[in-house]
């Protein structure tokens, strides 16, 4: 492996490292083939051993545009806001991937670019993969937990934004009961209040009832969502809106934007006394 002959500037948002435990140039190394998990162009993602942690995985956000730039920066980079959400599910014992550094900087080879560093959770596999291989637990009393998690992640005011079965992970073995790992919450948004109750986790919810059903034809949700905590007439309503829903870039986005305002607006109300404003369903 070869150092890239422009290694660019980075600079360190927030680090979980130790001081002087590596040096930021390691993470500008071209992975090889083996340690790559993605390779696109505007997303590069790969495993590296980084200081006294032998298993990260890098993920690299590249050839931003400098409106994209500039936007971020108004409302934090994509990096800092996953670095942050994942941080208060951490802390909240909710199973994700542990953020342990995220940054932003400039290379010829990459343009402007964002990279975040996460630990690498051993012993497995992409729900959505396992379930089309048919190697992943597919009945409810399984499944629940997976709810469970989503229902604490919205207590803690997480919303996710992309809760697809391709961005949760899950340990497979016979001998133990599955545990489920959120993940690549690119889209996250934290809320100072818990939104369990209100369109944002409803429409969380739409994403992963939606995606499940298109893995799984037939599975009983409703036994999931009570688990969640809905209420009989809000499954409904969500079976309802599901008939016609489909989870597209566009909406992701369009959602992604408002979601934003209404949590600047939240924070703004709670911080005048005035209460909160999240849109309740």
Request: charged share 20%.
């Amino acid at each position: 492996m070869q150092p890239w002959h422009n290694p660019g500037r980075l600079s360190v948002g927030a680090s979980r490292f130790a001081s002087g435990s590596f040096h930021t140039e390691e993470l500008f190394i071209v992975p090889d083939a083996k340690a790559l998990i993605k390779s696109e162009k505007r997303t590069l993602v790969w495993r590296k051993a980084i200081g006294d942690i032998e298993a990260t995985v890098i993920k690299m956000y590249r050839h931003r545009g400098i409106v994209n730039w500039h936007r971020e920066r108004l409302f934090n980079f994509r990096v800092q806001r996953e670095y942050e959400a994942l941080r208060v599910l951490e802390s909240a014992g909710v199973p994700c991937s542990v953020p342990l550094l995220w940054g932003c900087g400039s290379a010829a080879e990459h343009g402007c670019f964002e990279i975040l560093v996460t630990r690498e959770i051993p012993g497995v596999t992409n729900l959505k993969e396992a379930l089309r291989a048919g190697t992943a637990p597919a009945v409810p009393d399984d499944l629940l937990m997976l709810f469970d998690a989503v229902r604490q992640m919205h207590q803690c005011g997480i919303y996710h934004g992309a809760l697809l079965p391709k961005n949760i992970l899950v340990t497979l073995g016979p001998q133990r009961r599955p545990t489920f790992y959120l993940i690549d919450l690119i889209k996250a948004i934290h809320f100072p209040n818990n939104v369990q109750r209100t369109v944002m986790a409803h429409y969380d919810l739409l994403s992963l009832v939606h995606g499940l059903t298109n893995l799984l034809p037939g599975i009983n949700c409703d036994a999931l969502l009570s688990r969640y905590g809905l209420g009989q007439t809000a499954i409904r309503e969500l079976r309802d809106h599901l008939v016609w829903y489909r989870s597209t870039r566009y909406l992701r986005n369009r959602l992604a934007f408002q979601f934003k305002i209404w949590a600047l607006v939240t924070r703004w109300h709670k911080r005048l006394g005035l209460g909160t404003r999240e849109k309740v369903v």
